[in-house]
């Protein structure tokens, strides 16, 4: 089936029109028809190959909110008319140990991406979002349960949802515990949204002064310009976590030293250079743990969708036309979106 999308042939040329095949359904496929697709910083890097590896054409996002147009004949979690998502995986080995606990996330063999994966489909690897139409295996589909009107607002939970809302729930973020969120963009936005809703209190920290306001419209209880040393040091030893969503390389001993014994620091923004290697004895004397993580499986995927849905969360975001992707690039470098770009699809059609 030939639809239309958006992307690019090239690192060094702009993203545009083009037509794209997709697979008509097999048994086990949910065809969807896309409605709004996120921009996550990850396209970026991949369209113009700043990160390595990048086949073309590529057609990026795995940010995806649609209807259902079409299953396949063992389809049973799905019918037509279904408001569906899909976000950054569409397959795994579904054998290793990490995909039988619901960690596709970790596959032990490499999950299947949403796009910039190889596959049996032409053109030879995964082609996203940036579409009207994509067809998935149902064992990848999620549900949407937010109401119509916010199903823009709801496909960044797709990516930057579930990549707060995973590690949160794994070090079991709660009532009673001091939660930091470090950086306020398309990530570290959600992550505050989503540490208030689990009844944490929450500390926003940001470099920048005049984020201040926006940080607590968010739900933060304070916030720390982290340039002044003066409102940084009454939090030192206090937090039991620190979600580090900065993708960019800083100072990590900074957050490690404001962390209780025990306390954790866990990053889930990947910079582009490594980040200075951390004082290992703020570690060692404090019992202190420093850790990543990376998104969810598609359980907890699932599980994130149902809590934001419950709790009213949705990103706060910019809808745009997929003719401004380019410029949308060069604002999200800058830091100029609050918090994160979605893509009308139906703009394709122009």
């Given at each position: 089936m030939r639809v239309a999308a958006y992307g690019a042939y090239a690192a060094d040329r702009p993203l545009q029109p083009m037509h794209i095949e997709r697979r008509v359904p097999g048994v086990r496929d949910v065809q969807i028809e896309i409605a709004y697709c996120g921009v996550c910083h990850s396209d970026l890097?991949?369209?113009?190959?700043?990160?390595?590896?990048?086949?073309?054409?590529c057609v990026p996002g795995h940010e995806i909110v649609g209807q259902v147009s079409a299953v396949g004949s063992e389809v049973?979690?799905?019918?037509?008319?279904?408001?569906?998502?899909?976000?950054?995986?569409?397959?795994?080995?579904?054998?290793?140990?990490?995909?039988?606990?619901?960690?596709?996330?970790?596959?032990?063999?490499?999950?299947?991406?949403?796009?910039?994966?190889?596959?049996?489909?032409?053109?030879?690897?995964?082609?996203?979002?940036?579409?009207?139409?994509?067809?998935?295996?149902?064992?990848?589909?999620?549900s949407i349960r937010h109401p119509r009107a916010q199903l823009a607002a709801v496909a960044p939970l797709l990516c930057a949802g579930i990549t707060t809302y995973s590690p949160l729930r794994h070090w079991r973020v709660g009532p009673g515990m001091k939660v930091g969120v470090v950086g306020i963009g398309g990530l570290g936005h959600m992550g505050i949204k989503l540490a208030h809703a689990m009844g944490a209190q929450v500390?926003?920290?940001?470099?920048?002064?005049?984020?201040?306001?926006?940080?607590?419209?968010?739900?933060?209880?304070?916030?720390?310009?982290?340039?002044?040393?003066?409102?940084?040091?009454?939090h030192a030893r206090s937090f039991d976590f620190i979600l580090d969503t900065v993708a960019a390389s800083h100072d990590l001993d900074a957050f490690a030293r404001l962390l209780k014994r025990?306390?954790?620091?866990?990053?889930?923004?990947?910079?582009?250079?490594?980040?200075?290697?951390?004082?290992?004895?703020?570690?060692?004397?404090?019992?202190?743990?420093?850790?990543?993580?990376?998104?969810?499986?598609?359980?907890?995927?699932?599980?994130?969708?149902?809590?934001?849905?419950?709790?009213?969360?949705?990103?706060?975001?910019?809808?745009?036309?997929a003719q401004r992707i380019d410029e949308a690039y060069d604002r999200m470098q800058k830091g100029d979106v609050k918090y994160r770009f979605v893509i009308d699809a139906a703009s394709l059609e122009r």
């Open positions: 890097h991949t369209v113009r190959s700043e990160w390595p590896g990048t086949r073309y054409p049973e979690r799905f019918k037509i008319g279904d408001v569906v998502g899909v976000g950054c995986m569409v397959d795994s080995c579904r054998v290793c140990a990490s995909c039988a606990q619901g960690l596709e996330q970790y596959c032990e063999r490499g999950f299947v991406a949403t796009y910039n994966s190889p596959c049996k489909d032409a053109p030879g690897h995964t082609l996203g979002g940036y579409s009207q139409r994509i067809v998935v295996d149902q064992d990848f589909v999620l500390v926003a920290f940001t470099s920048s002064e005049h984020k201040r306001d926006a940080a607590l419209t968010l739900g933060a209880d304070a916030v720390v310009v982290t340039k002044n040393a003066k409102e940084m040091k009454p025990d306390g954790t620091l866990c990053l889930v923004g990947v910079p582009e250079h490594p980040h200075p290697e951390p004082n290992i004895g703020t570690l060692i004397f404090g019992r202190r743990a420093l850790a990543g993580s990376l998104i969810g499986g598609i359980a907890e995927t699932q599980e994130m969708l149902d809590f934001c849905a419950e709790n009213g969360i949705v990103a706060d975001i910019e809808l745009i036309p």
